[in-house]
């Protein structure tokens, strides 16, 4: 509980809130969160460069969310510990998406990845070809069998990521319906509040570390479950005087390549999801 406080309060202090109250233990974390205690960590050379080294992993989830997603491809930058997580449907998808993925880090930050971290899975195989096709001069670091030690951070990652999606859903209070077809909208926010934290150890955010800026979200954070009532945009030509302007929706996270203030909400009537400010 000290340590999740302490992670509240330098999070908060690096940008410049201003923390009232007191700390509560959450019943929705500790029984999301509940594990065994940490493995002793090896630490090798760690890169020193932005993007040099990533580490790459995939879960899987029961059942498809409503994006018809059934995979969660996670990737983890070696130097600032930023992650990004991308939805497959299948297993298949994964050195496309990289590919894309890595392309865009060189364009657009001017980040070169060198290094992969992953096992020996037939998906990180098919990726090192392609990799190889597309002359990105990537050079793969695979683990050794039985040894997923050696891609532990990914993998601790993943725990910590997982934890944070179930005291989401939990705080939401989510039927079981929601909690499988929302799965990946979860993991996306979950992802993007993990880039902001700063504890004791790091005392910068990852995000920050990784882009020397702050993420413009972080400006505009909402509680993901909690309801909102949208304007129904379809409604406005046809609506008589007496009938309703909005629509009960429910707050999932936040739009990429949109505005900041542009959210991601659930029709809870339709079920699908739509952008609105």
């Given at each position: 509980?000290?340590?999740?406080?302490?992670?509240?309060?330098?999070?908060?202090?690096?940008?410049?809130?201003?923390?009232?109250?007191?700390?509560?233990?959450?019943?929705?974390?500790?029984?999301?969160?509940?594990?065994?205690?940490?493995?002793?960590?090896?630490?090798?050379?760690?890169?020193?460069?932005?993007?040099?080294?990533?580490?790459?992993?995939?879960?899987?989830?029961?059942?498809?969310?409503?994006?018809?997603?059934?995979?969660?491809?996670?990737?983890?930058?070696?130097?600032?510990?930023?992650?990004?997580?991308?939805?497959?449907?299948?297993?298949?998808?994964?050195?496309?998406?990289?590919?894309?993925?890595?392309?865009?880090?060189?364009?657009?930050?001017?980040?070169?990845?060198?290094?992969?971290?992953?096992?020996?899975?037939?998906?990180?195989?098919?990726?090192?070809?392609?990799?190889?096709?597309?002359?990105?001069?990537?050079?793969?670091?695979?683990?050794?069998?039985?040894?997923?030690?050696?891609?532990?951070?990914?993998?601790?990652?993943?725990?910590?990521?997982y934890a944070r999606v179930r005291a989401m859903m939990n705080h939401a209070?989510?039927?079981?319906?929601?909690?499988?077809?929302?799965?990946?909208?979860?993991?996306?926010?979950?992802?993007?509040?993990?880039?902001?934290?700063?504890?004791?150890?790091?005392?910068?955010?990852?995000?920050?570390?990784?882009?020397?800026?702050e993420p413009e979200y972080v400006r505009n954070l909402r509680t993901f479950?909690?309801?909102?009532?949208?304007?129904?945009?379809?409604?406005?030509?046809?609506?008589?005087?007496?009938?309703?302007?909005?629509?009960?929706?429910?707050?999932?996270?936040?739009?990429?390549?949109?505005?900041?203030?542009?959210?991601?909400?659930?029709?809870?009537?339709?079920?699908?999801?739509?952008?609105t400010r």
């Open positions: 509980v000290r340590d999740r406080e302490d992670c509240a309060r330098q999070t908060a202090k690096f940008y410049g809130w201003e923390v009232i109250g007191k700390f509560d233990p959450c019943n929705h974390c500790a029984t999301a969160k509940a594990r065994q205690n940490n493995m002793n960590k090896h630490v090798d050379n760690k890169s020193k460069v932005p993007g040099e080294r990533i580490f790459i992993d995939i879960s899987s989830v029961k059942g498809m969310s409503y994006s018809n997603s059934k995979y969660w491809l996670l990737i983890l930058d070696d130097f600032s510990d930023v992650v990004w997580s991308k939805f497959l449907t299948a297993k298949s998808h994964t050195a496309r998406t990289l590919v894309t993925f890595i392309k865009d880090l060189k364009a657009k930050h001017q980040v070169t990845v060198k290094y992969i971290r992953c096992d020996n899975a037939g998906e990180n195989k098919a990726l090192e070809k392609a990799c190889l096709t597309a002359g990105l001069g990537i050079q793969f670091e695979y683990t050794a069998p039985g040894t997923p030690q050696q891609n532990g951070r990914v993998e601790r990652k993943f725990a910590t990521l209070s989510l039927t079981a319906t929601l909690r499988h077809g929302l799965w990946a909208e979860a993991a996306a926010t979950a992802t993007r509040i993990e880039n902001t934290i700063v504890t004791k150890d790091k005392l910068t955010a990852p995000y920050v570390r990784f882009f020397g800026k479950g909690e309801i909102g009532v949208v304007l129904n945009h379809a409604q406005q030509k046809i609506r008589g005087k007496l009938a309703d302007r909005g629509r009960a929706c429910l707050f999932l996270g936040y739009s990429a390549n949109h505005a900041v203030d542009v959210y991601r909400m659930l029709n809870l009537e339709t079920r699908r999801v739509i952008h």
